[in-house]
C-alpha cells in the first residue's frame, strides 16, 4: 500500500513577492506558521522561512521594508499529491529543507506538507509495529 502525500497536505500561507519582510514576519506570528510560500497567481515562485527571516532582520540588517522577493529561497523544492511519502521524504533530505510546497498537475499551490508531519505519523506506524510484536518478547 503506497502512503501519498495528499494524505498529509494541510494549509498553506501565501504571500505575493512584493509584499515586505516584516509583512510576512507578521503573517507567521498571527498565523503560528514557520514558512509562508510566496505565489504569483496560485504558482509557488519561492519561499521564506522563520530562520530566514531572523537572519535577514536580525544578522544581515536587511530592512523589514524590503520586499520578500529578494530574500526568498528559489527555485523552490515542490512535490505532487499523488507522490508517495518515500518521494516526499527524499526531496527533503536531498534539497535540505523541512517543508515542501505541494502542488496540483498544473503546478498551482494546494498545501504544504512537512517534515514534522511525516515524523509523527512514522513514529505512530512505529509505535504500531511495536504494539503488534509486543506479546512476543513478553515474559510468562
Known amino acids: 500500500m503506497k502512503l501519498y502525500v495528499e494524505s498529509f497536505v494541510k494549509s498553506v500561507v501565501t504571500a505575493a513577492p512584493e509584499a515586505s519582510l516584516a509583512a510576512v514576519a507578521r503573517q507567521m506570528q498571527e498565523r503560528n506558521v514557520g514558512a509562508v510560500a510566496i505565489v504569483d497567481g496560485s504558482k509557488p515562485v519561492g519561499i521564506i522561512t522563520d ?16 520586499p520578500v522577493v529578494r530574500v526568498m529561497t528559489t527555485p523552490i523544492q515542490t512535490v505532487s ?14 534539497a ?13 499551490l494546494v498545501g504544504i506538507v512537512t517534515l514534522d508531519d511525516l515524523l509523527r505519523m512514522l513514529s505512530r506506524e512505529l509505535s504500531n509495529l511495536v504494539e ?6 513478553e515474559v510468562t
Not at 81 to 94: C, D, K, N, P, Y
Open 51 to 66: 530562520r530566514d527571516l531572523a537572519l535577514e532582520l536580525g544578522a544581515r540588517g536587511t530592512s523589514p521594508h524590503t
Open 81 to 94: 499529491g499523488e507522490e508517495g511519502v518515500f518521494a516526499a521524504t527524499q526531496r527533503m533530505r536531498e
Open 96 to 108: 535540505n529543507v523541512r517543508r515542501l510546497p505541494v502542488v496540483d498537475e498544473d503546478g498551482c
Open 132 to 137: 503488534g510484536i509486543k506479546p512476543e518478547f
